[in-house]
Structure formats: C-alpha cells, structure tokens
C-alpha cells in the first residue's frame, strides 16, 4: 500500500502489485457470482500471481472496502461492491499513490514544489493539471465491469477476424484448384481440335 510519507516519486508505469491487484479484480469480477467466494489459489493459478504477494494485495483490497472475504473450508475473497463501482483510479492510489506526474497537481497527496515562485500562475502547474485531470477521469470510467466489455468485445473481434482470414484462405486454395480445373479443361480444348 502507497505510504504517504514517502518522497513524492509517481510512477510512469504501473507497479506490479497494481497491475496484480487489477488482474485479481477483473478475475473476481468475472468468476464470483452471486457473492460466492474465490480461493486465493484459485486467483493465483489463474492470473499467474505469486500466492504469498496476492494474500497481501487481497487484504490491502479488503481493508480499502473493495473486497470481502469468507473464513473456512469454502472460503475465499469476493466483491465488496459491483464491478461497475470499482474503478482503475481508486486501485492504483491504493497501490501507487497520486496519480499526478508533479506533486503541486496530486489532489489526495499535495506538496508544493520546492522551486515554485507563484503557484496560481505558474503554467508548468497548469498543463500538467489538465493532464492529472484527464487521466483521472479516464481511469474512473474504467471499472471492472467497463474491462471485461471491452474483453468481451476484443475476443469477439478476433474471432470474426480470424473467420475472416480463413474464409479468405479457403478461397485463394480454392482458386488455385479452380484455376488447375480450368487449365486442364483448356489443355483438353485446344487437344481436342487438334
């Protein structure tokens, strides 16, 4: 979990223990239905996440109130809210901290910068302001019920793509079996008259 005590370093990539606890997320979201808990092994196995480091990430997710989970012999972790209320934001401040690339611009995590004369005209503050804002609300529209749509419509996607693509293979053999067809029949032609 992101300290806030730490210096202000955000990160230009996600971090792995985010890009995890996304992946456990969207497993959950799509494997536990009506409330039924999902056992860490499960996840792991499934997502490819080291066992010990996605317990820690489950229970991070608990204590944030996206997660819940069940004691016992069919035990487990579940959703705590629907995946449409879950959003990629509130995860990666969970794990990352801001999500701002200056620390002037961070709305929970706000720092002044060191070097900065007047904040309210400063232009450098500005620009990466909007763009803070904009990653922001990209990343609340994208919740776990918003990724496994697009998932859904990515595999459709490439399964109409490689129909495609084998539709049009199955025609260029053809053609080449009607062209030797017609070539043959040509060949018999043109012996004939002779």
């Given amino acids: ?20 606890a996304i992946n456990a997320l969207v ?18 196995e499934s997502e490819n996440i080291p066992r010990k480091f996605l317990e820690a990430i489950l229970l991070d997710l608990k204590h944030a109130g996206m997660l819940n989970s069940r004691k016992g012999k069919i035990g487990g972790y579940f959703l705590q809210k629907t995946p449409a209320e879950i959003n990629i934001a ?4 969970l794990f990352d901290g801001p999500i701002a ?8 995590y706000y720092e002044k910068c060191d070097e900065c004369i007047d904040e309210e005209a400063c232009g450098i503050r500005s620009v990466f302001s909007d763009v803070r804002s904009e990653t922001v609300r990209m ?16 595999k459709k996607n490439i ?7 084998a539709q049009k293979n199955f025609l260029k053999g053809n053609e080449n079996i009607v ?12 012996k004939k008259r002779k």
């Fill in 139 to 154: 990343l609340k529209k994208a919740t776990l019920a918003e990724i496994i749509k697009r998932s859904e419509a990515l």
């Fill in 159 to 165: 399964s109409t793509q490689k129909k495609v693509i």
């Fill in 27 to 44: 497993y959950l979201a799509r494997e536990s239905k009506d409330g039924e808990p999902v056992q860490i092994s499960r996840i792991a």
């Fill in 1 to 20: 979990m992101f300290n806030s005590h730490s210096i202000f370093l955000p990160p230009i990539m996600l971090s792995r223990k985010t890009k995890y």
């Fill in 179 to 190: 062209r030797n067809v017609i070539n043959k029949q040509k060949i018999t032609s043109v």
């Fill in 90 to 93: 509130d995860v990666m401040r």
């Fill in 101 to 108: 690339l200056l620390p002037c611009v961070a709305y929970k």
